[in-house]
Each structure stands twice: as C-alpha cells, then as structure tokens.
C-alpha cells in the first residue's frame, strides 16, 4: 500500500515490521491522514503471519510533536465530535502483536500518547516526553490523563498534564514510563532487537500474554485473573505450548509454529 506519511517495512528484522513516522519537516505532527495510515498499516501487519512484533518510530529528533494543532486550531467540538478521531486511536489499541516504540526527541501530546499505546518503549537519551496541551488551551485527549498516570502515578502525572512541562528520558525511566534508555544511535536498533526477542517466542503465547497484561488497565483485579487464567489454559491447545514444554525438557531451542 502506497502512504504519504508513514514508512513501511514489514521484514526489517526476522519478523520484525517497522512503522516510521514521516513528517520530518512538522515534527511528525499527527494529521488524521497521518494516524488513519497508522492504522490502516497496523491492520495490514497484524494480518501478516510473517510479522510477530511491530516497532514504531519517528526520526531522531522527534517522535512525534503531537495532534497537528494547525488542522485542529478552527475545529468546534461539534466539528471534533463528528470527525471522530479517536476511533482510529481504538483500532491501534486492538493490535494483537506486540507494539514497541522506539523513541527519539519530541514525544508530546499525541506523540506521548501514541508511544503509550504502544506495550513497549525504548527511548534515546534525548527523548522528552510531555502532555503540553494545557499550554493551547486544552487538555490531553488520547488517553495522556489515564495511561499517564497509570505508568507514572498521580502526582507526576498531575504535574505533566498541569503544566506542560516535558520530562527527559532519565525521569521517564524513573517514573516507570520506558523500558530503556540508550544513545541516541542506538535506539531503534534496541527497539528491532527486542521485538527481534519477542519474535522467537510463540506468536500465540505472545498475543494472549499481552491481551492479559492490557486487561489489567480495563478490569478489577479478580476479573483480570480470571481473564489471564483463561488464556492461559487455551494455550495448552496449541502445538507451540507442547513444542515450547518439549524443547525444555529435551534442552534444545524450541522452534515455534504460531500453530
Ligand atoms: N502541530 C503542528 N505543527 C507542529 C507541531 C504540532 N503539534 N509541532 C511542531 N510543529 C511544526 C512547527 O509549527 C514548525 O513548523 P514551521 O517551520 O512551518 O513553523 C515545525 O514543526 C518545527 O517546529 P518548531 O519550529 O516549533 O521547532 P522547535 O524546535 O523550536 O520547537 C517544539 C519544538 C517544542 C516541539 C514545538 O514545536 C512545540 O511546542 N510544538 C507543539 C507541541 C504541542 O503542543 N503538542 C501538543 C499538541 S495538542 C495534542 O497533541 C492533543 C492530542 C489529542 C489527541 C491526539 C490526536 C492525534
């Protein structure tokens, strides 16, 4: 498929598709065209049985700089309203494969929100990330005031969202909101290589297990155990389960079928 805004390689790595984010010159401002490419890329790759695991990425100096303020800036909620953006958001949520971002400079706004949505994110040293919206007049709208403060807590959280201020990669790690930290000519080859990590695993397994994990952001504790049991039983009708147990104990790499 032919996209204006987003570069697409599905086999970047051994099972591994990249998504980058191509609108260097606006900082990777998230138009609606932007995001609906998103989209429409994810539904392609999580469709793609060669494809285990998905990395997202902007450019060194920015991930993405947030909601395109000029497309929003003349928008009346009436307007928001019926554009609907947030459904296209919902669609990426419900990518089964797992989804690492792999992050360099701006992430704010949208971009934060968008690296949030993601399970997974390695950052350069130089990443900021951010909720600025509070700076134009509005506030966070895709997700910034929930699943920030889930990873991050409520004070800091608070703090963010309440004044704009961007926090660097090193107060990220400490928060809780990134997996790693590493020079800024490493990032994305960290982010193949743990995606490349996660590809070997069974690609069933690994899509139960994070269906768990996400379950525990919509769910009371007792019903995300009951979810989690229940994945976990299912797996015990798959060839990789009985592949993964017998590879153990004849202590050899198990060779996984997605099957
Ligand atoms: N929207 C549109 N254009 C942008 C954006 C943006 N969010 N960010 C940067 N740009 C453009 C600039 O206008 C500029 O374009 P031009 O050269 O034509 O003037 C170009 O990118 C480069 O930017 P700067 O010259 O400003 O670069 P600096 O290095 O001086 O500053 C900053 C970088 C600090 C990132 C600065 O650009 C900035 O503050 N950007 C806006 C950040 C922001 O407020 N983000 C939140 C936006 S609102 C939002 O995300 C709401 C999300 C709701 C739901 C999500 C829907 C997708």
């Given at each position: ?32 065209q ?23 990425t ?18 009346t ?20 494969k ?87 000519e ?50 015990f ?23």
């Amino acid at each position: 498929m032919a996209y204006e805004f987003i570069l697409v390689d599905a086999q970047v790595a051994p099972c591994v598709a990249i998504i980058q984010l191509n609108r260097p010159t606006e900082l990777n401002a998230l138009n609606l065209q932007l995001m609906g490419e998103i989209r429409d890329a994810l539904l392609d790759l999580d469709a793609n049985e060669s494809v285990r695991a998905i990395v997202i990425t902007g450019n060194d100096r920015a991930f993405a700089a947030g909601a395109d303020i000029k497309q929003m800036a003349g928008r009346t909620s009436v307007d928001m309203l019926k554009i609907d953006q947030f459904s296209t958001w919902d669609s990426i949520r419900k990518t089964k494969k797992p989804l690492i971002a792999a992050v360099s400079g701006f992430a704010l706004g949208g971009g934060c929100e968008l690296c949030m949505l993601c399970d997974m994110i390695v950052a350069s040293e130089t990443a900021q990330f951010g909720q600025p919206e509070i700076n134009i007049g509005v506030m966070p709208g895709a997700g910034g005031t929930q699943r920030l403060t889930r990873a991050v807590g409520k004070v800091r959280a608070m703090e963010m969202v309440l004044t704009g201020k961007f926090i660097s990669a090193e107060e990220a790690m400490e928060a809780g909101l990134i997996n790693k930290i590493v020079p800024v000519e490493l990032y994305l080859e960290e982010a193949i290589k743990l995606a490349g990590e996660i590809a070997t695993k069974s690609p069933i397994a690994v899509q139960m297990a994070k269906e768990s994990v996400l379950k525990a952001f919509d769910s009371h504790l007792q019903e995300g155990l009951y979810f989690e049991r229940k994945n976990f039983y299912m797996l015990f009708a798959t060839e990789d389960q009985k592949e993964g147990m017998a590879a153990f104990v004849e202590k050899r790499k198990a060779n996984f079928k997605g099957k």
